[in-house]
Nanobody, 124 residues
Framework: VQLQASGGGLVQAGGSLRLSCAASGLTFRLYTMGWFRQAPGKDREFLAAINGSGARTNYADSVKGRFTISRDNAQNTVYLQMDSLKSEDTALYYC??????????????????WGQGTQVTVSS
């Protein structure tokens, strides 16, 4: 299984970015997908998750209303649309996958497969 995250970069506060995570080596539609982030010196933080069909999503309070998770099962890709970005959103962003996690799986330990991370830097 491979997860390839992309789309990070440098953006001004208030701007937007869309992250993508392309998956291979798995039956994508059967896997719950999650997005996490980790800032220097901090624990890995749950952001959002989506179930295999895409019908169910959940978000951390810190990003609810600003970030949107979605998936395209035909393209084996999950997305994270990030709007109204703040300086505190600066972190390394990871996608994750698990066959048995639910969209309410908030712990990093619930996910088996991880992408390599993509850096998001928000300037104030």
């Amino acid at each position: 299984v491979q997860l390839q995250a992309s789309g990070g970069g440098l953006v001004q506060a208030g701007g937007s970015l869309r992250l993508s995570c392309a998956a291979s080596g798995l039956t994508f539609r059967l896997y719950t997908m999650g997005w996490f982030r980790q800032a220097p010196g901090k624990d890995r933080e749950f952001l959002a998750a989506i179930n295999g069909s895409g019908a169910r999503t959940n978000y951390a309070d810190s990003v609810k209303g600003r970030f949107t998770i979605s998936r395209d099962n035909a393209q084996n890709t999950v997305y994270l649309q990030m709007d109204s970005l703040k300086s505190e959103d600066t972190a390394l962003y990871y996608c994750a996958a698990d066959r048995y996690a639910s969209s309410r799986s908030f712990s990093p330990n619930s996910y088996t497969y991880w992408g390599q991370g993509t850096q998001v830097t928000v300037s104030s």
